[in-house]
């Protein structure tokens, strides 16, 4: 079965840096795009970041663009977001997602941004 299993959230001062990762397992994670979405407190789940299967081409919600990085390892069938510059409204759980016949969620990971 589809499983993803994100890793690597915590605790930040702003301007600092994470770097997520979602192991993926139960599909053929070369053949299928990545996302990655975050819902902080109180609001709706909202996208982040994609990745094409090659990794060749990304995009990023603007709310993020120039500070976060979407990657991916077909090898390790293991995707990545590296977080730079962190600002306290990055303070959310992330989850990363693929859609195959349906789509498939992680259990997210927690990250908060607070001095």
């Known amino acids: 079965q589809v499983q993803l299993v994100e890793s690597g959230g915590g605790l930040v001062q702003p301007g600092g840096s994470l770097r997520l990762s979602c192991a993926a397992s139960?599909?053929?994670?070369?053949?299928?795009?990545m996302r990655w979405y975050r819902q902080a407190p109180g609001k709706e789940r909202e996208y982040v970041a994609r990745?094409?299967?090659?990794?060749?081409?990304?995009n990023y919600a603007d709310s993020v663009k120039g500070r976060f990085t979407i990657s991916r390892d077909n090898a390790k069938n293991t995707a990545y977001l590296q977080m730079n510059s962190l600002k306290p409204e990055d303070t959310a759980v992330y989850f990363c997602?693929?859609?195959?016949?349906?789509?498939?969620w992680g259990q997210g990971t927690q990250v908060t941004v607070s001095s």
């Open positions: 997602n693929v859609q195959i016949s349906q789509q498939y």
């Open positions: 990745i094409t299967t090659t990794g060749r081409s990304t």
């Open positions: 139960g599909f053929t994670f070369s053949s299928y795009v």
